[in-house]
């Protein structure tokens, strides 16, 4: 599975972005996408992740309210909705995906994307 992600960018304080976890394959359906992020001076963290079926989706506390994932089968493509975005949201954001069950353990999953940079700053 190979995934594409994009859509971050420099953003200011308390605004918006929207990223895009793309994948051509039809069997995109039956794997679960989960998103994290790389802070620059920081280790890797769970942000959230949508189940293979979206009916079931999971966020971090520190974006809880803030940040929404959702799917389009028709485009096989996952969305991080970003709102309220703060400096602390600064980081390099990947998705991934894994068949089926979907997991906040960054090594249960087997594909990932090349990561898109959040800039959050005035």
């Known amino acids: 599975v190979q995934l594409q992600a994009s859509g971050g960018g420099l953003v200011q304080p308390g605004g918006s972005l929207r990223l895009s976890c793309a994948a051509p394959q039809p069997t995109f359906s039956s794997y679960s996408i989960g998103w994290f992020r790389q802070p620059p001076e920081g280790d890797r963290e769970f942000v959230g992740y949508v189940s293979w079926n979206g009916d079931s989706t999971t966020y971090t506390d520190s974006v809880k309210g803030r940040f929404t994932i959702s799917r389009d089968y028709a485009k096989n493509t996952v969305y991080l909705r970003m709102n309220s975005l703060k400096p602390e949201d600064t980081a390099v954001y990947h998705c991934?995906?894994?068949?089926?069950?979907?997991?906040?353990?960054?090594?249960?999953?087997?594909?990932w994307g090349q990561g898109t940079l959040v800039t959050v700053s005035s």
């Open positions: 991934a995906a894994k068949h089926y069950r979907p997991s906040m353990n960054a090594h249960d999953y087997n594909y």
